[in-house]
């Protein structure tokens, strides 16, 4: 089996939440506004190890148990466009994009042999699937593999940081584990967003206040773009309790 891919860049698939690693979005945190998503799987999807392997995995009360993807985030309502897009629609950051910018179409949340769906054009993509395009996965197996083994090599890297970040939120924030829980059971699964600030301040290694003034104006400004919009209500309180957390933070 092979599968055909060429990105066209059209910018328009670069909308909505972006995954980033979190060098990325510290890397970045001038430019994106910043969440955390933790999307948990229950244990008979196929993901589950890798999941739990590259976030964390969960004991419930009731004994079972769930993996949780734990993602620093891009957090931009899904009718918005990449803040790094250029009036036509064009990348401006393609030289220092993220790694999952790179890694597009594959998946590295995903093991290597479940990718081809990843291969199947959204609804508004114009890539090219054609037999035109180069053969970028055979036989299960990604051709050129450099991307991928980056990113996933990123993402292990960070596990054992993220994972104490999951733990310390399920020890604060009463109910977590149980809707997180619930999130997994829904059909086609689901998400708790999170805040960046309080991971942030576990980066004893990084400039906190530095980044947190980069996020602040951010914040303010989605947080104006998204006001009096019934729809992005969610995302307006998220950037306005960001403010606050931003602001906080950018005094230490």
């Not at 993602?71 to 250029?86: E, N, Q, R």
């Not at 299960?140 to 991307?147: A, E, L, N």
């Not at 310390?168 to 059909?187: C, D, F, Q, R």
């Amino acid at each position: 089996m092979e599968r055909h891919f060429q990105c066209i860049a059209c910018g328009r698939c670069c909308q909505g939440w972006l995954p980033l690693t979190l060098g990325d979005a510290l890397e970045h945190s001038g430019r994106f506004p910043l969440a955390v998503v933790l999307t948990p799987l229950k244990q008979a999807h196929r993901a589950f190890a890798l999941t739990a392997r590259l976030g964390a995995s969960l004991r419930l009360r009731d004994r079972r148990q769930i993996a949780v993807r734990i993602v620093p985030t891009a957090y931009i309502p899904p009718t918005m466009s990449c803040p790094a897009l250029d009036a036509e629609g064009l990348c401006t950051i393609h030289e220092h994009k993220p790694s999952r910018c790179r890694t597009m179409p594959f998946n590295p949340y995903h093991e290597e042999r479940d990718q081809a769906e990843h291969l199947v054009p959204r609804k508004g993509w114009t890539c090219d699937v054609s037999k035109a395009a180069p053969v970028v996965y055979r036989d299960r197996t990604i051709v050129d593999r450099r991307d991928f083994d980056r990113e996933r090599g990123e993402l292990l890297d960070q596990a054992p940081l993220l994972r104490a970040h999951l733990e310390w939120l399920a020890g604060h924030v009463p109910g977590l584990a149980e809707t997180l829980a619930a999130a997994a059971m829904k059909p086609g699964g689901g998400h708790v967003v999170t805040g960046f600030a309080p991971l942030l301040r576990r980066l004893e290694q990084v400039d906190r206040a530095a980044v947190a003034r980069a996020q602040r104006p951010l914040l303010v400004d989605f947080a104006a773009r998204t006001a009096g919009v019934p729809a992005l209500a969610e995302y307006h309180r998220f950037y306005g309790d960001g403010v606050w957390e931003m602001e906080r933070l950018a005094e230490t």
